[in-house]
């Protein structure tokens, strides 16, 4: 998935769980989850692209991210909502070391080899509709189911 879909379910997560360390665990918890479904990302075809290319990609998506899930659950403390927007994208965060800067070593390639596996993937635009699909999806679920 985009930096902005985990983004923003770590916001709805924020917004429906008033306790900071059950949301932060929570946001972690959802970036494996939602990788498992059929999506596209920049971060495929990795190997073809120039790094400054796939870093500029990665920092648009994250600054939409930030934004709109800002936009949306803005009214969650700043602190709480970064951290979970955080927790959201750690596995993302993880893995850039070896994806930007070629750092083939532990815990890096634990992480690219984990997220490889689970990638759950579809061509545009597809790939796109299921993310909307799935983040308006858990979005409904979570404020409907406001703990």
């Known amino acids: 998935m985009t930096i902005t879909a985990h983004a923003l379910v770590g ?22 989850i939602l990788d498992i479904i059929p999506h596209w990302d920049e971060g495929w075809g990795w190997r073809d692209k120039p790094k400054v ?29 970064l951290l979970s927007i955080f927790g959201s994208i750690l596995f993302d965060v993880m893995e850039a070391p070896y994806l930007l800067l070629g750092m ?34 858990f979005i409904f679920v979570l404020q409907t189911f406001t703990f």
């Open 11 to 32: 916001g709805a997560i924020a917004a429906a769980i008033p306790n900071p360390a059950l949301g932060f665990l929570l946001a972690v918890a959802s970036h494996p």
């Open 53 to 81: 290319r796939l870093f500029a990609e990665c920092i648009i998506d994250a600054s939409v991210g930030f934004l709109l899930t800002y936009f949306l659950f803005g009214s969650v403390p700043l602190p709480y909502l």
């Open 104 to 137: 083939k070593g532990k815990p890096w390639c634990w992480f690219y080899k984990m997220q490889s596996r689970i990638q759950g993937k579809v061509r545009l635009p597809w790939g796109i509709l299921t993310q909307v699909a799935t983040v308006a999806l």
